[in-house]
């Protein structure tokens, strides 16, 4: 019985280990200056940073120069409190943060006890004069409501400025993506910190996202800040959702069936439609299912995650039966039997068996009397095959 309670108490360990080991790639910073209404700067203040979502906090104080810096925060909502003795607590709500942002949240305390509380709800969009590097941050609640081929999460580089495409580009690989005029080979993708480009096919990637499960993608095309590495080009940071205090589903399908797929331009038949050999059509089917599950990780009467521990849970499957027409020549039944005449239009054929040298040097063959092979002369293997049948007849004209 202690043995299995060493392992309860192993395992809620480890998964709050894991819900707040957070990675610096990813992540997002706030950091700020605090001052006095002179303009001074104020030492030791308390600074608390609250993810408004999961009640997680985050504690930093000033240096003398009334600077601070949190690090490794999650995308999200986030209120920002500030403490110091002889001042008014301040008080700053609804901080939007999202991926790779590095955002000035600065402060000027008024004089007063710390007991009256100076409340900021309404401010204007905070610019991010951190940092050099220019990126855009799609949400992945966006790319979720996209028709994206395959819910692939780098489908996000065809709406970025700054991306071009060459030749044929999707997003299941880097290849045909061009980030700052850069090669193919030099963007680089993170996945909650982690690197996931395939490191022998530099173009291919190790990671593919469920797309519920994605909070943002940010594709950094600019300047990269000195976290970044692997790159001479872009990089595209995906960032997971995680758990909330809130218990939250989605459920989805994504797809079609034959009778909705147009024909193709050059197919001579829909895929519905009866054809040679299938007189019910061919196949065609295409769903793709999914669905998500997140909280916080209750057991009754045993542990409360509630502002602790958090579960997120994904799945998505693709469920595909398709079948390629195009056009492409058969041979026909005299060709098959060793007649090339083409109703007179055929080539000449030479017989190999008759190769000899002249005694000028040059070499001749004789040539095959109508231009037919005879059956004598027709390899016992490909009789053989003959038999099978496997070649459909012509069925167009020409």
């Known amino acids: 019985m202690g043995r299995v309670r060493l392992y309860t108490h192993l395992v809620v360990i480890l998964c709050i280990l ?15 200056t605090v001052t006095d209404p002179t303009g001074a700067a104020v030492a030791g203040v308390k600074v608390v940073i609250v993810e408004t979502s999961m ?66 709800t309404g401010q204007g969009e905070l610019l991010e004069t951190e940092t050099s590097s220019t990126s855009t941050v799609t949400e992945g609640e966006t790319l979720y409501k996209m028709p994206l081929y395959q819910r692939y999460v780098l489908n ?18 880097l290849g045909g993506f061009n980030v700052a005029g850069q090669r193919s080979t030099g963007t680089t993708v993170f ?29 950094v095309t600019g300047t990269l800040p000195a976290e970044y590495g692997h790159t001479t080009g872009g990089v595209v940071t995906v960032a997971k959702k995680s758990g909330t205090n809130d ?14 797929t147009h024909r193709q331009f050059f197919n001579a038949f829909r895929t519905s439609d009866p054809q040679p050999g299938a007189p019910d059509g061919v196949p065609a089917w295409f ?28 799945y998505q ?3 595909e039966k398709k079948s390629a027409a195009f056009t492409s020549q058969t041979p026909t039944p005299d060709l098959l039997n ?45 009789t053989k095959l003959l038999a099978f049948h496997r070649w459909i007849g012509p069925n167009s004209p020409g």
């Open 18 to 32: 894991s819900f707040q080991a957070f990675a610096q790639i990813g992540s997002a910073t706030i950091t700020g």
């Open 55 to 120: 009640n997680f906090e985050s504690r930093s104080v000033t240096n003398a120069d009334g600077l601070y810096r949190v690090q490794s925060l999650q995308p999200g909502t986030y209120d920002v409190s500030f403490e110091s003795s002889g001042f008014k607590r301040l008080v700053q709500h609804g901080i939007l943060l999202k991926v790779g942002d590095t955002l000035p949240v600065n402060a000027t305390l008024q004089l007063g006890q710390l007991t009256e509380q100076v409340q900021v």
């Open 156 to 173: 996000t580089l065809n709406l970025n400025p700054g991306v071009t495409m060459n030749g044929y580009a999707y997003g299941g690989s």
């Open 191 to 219: 996945e909650d910190g982690v690197f996931g480009n395939d490191p022998i096919l530099s173009t291919g990637t190790d990671i593919k996202p469920i797309e519920n499960s994605v909070e943002e993608v940010q594709v």
């Open 247 to 260: 218990f939250h589903g989605t459920a989805s399908d994504l797809g079609r069936t034959r009778n909705m």
């Open 287 to 314: 769903m793709q299912l999914d669905a998500s599950l997140s909280g916080p990780i209750s057991i009754p009467t045993v542990y409360s995650g509630q502002n602790r521990t958090f579960f997120l849970f994904g």
């Open 317 to 319: 499957t693709l469920i």
């Open 338 to 382: 060793g007649d090339f005449t083409f109703g007179g239009a055929g080539q000449p054929l030479y017989d190999p068996a008759t190769t000899r040298k002249l005694p000028d040097a040059t070499w001749t063959r004789d040539l095959l009397p109508g231009r037919l092979i005879p059956v004598s002369r027709m390899d016992s293997v490909y």
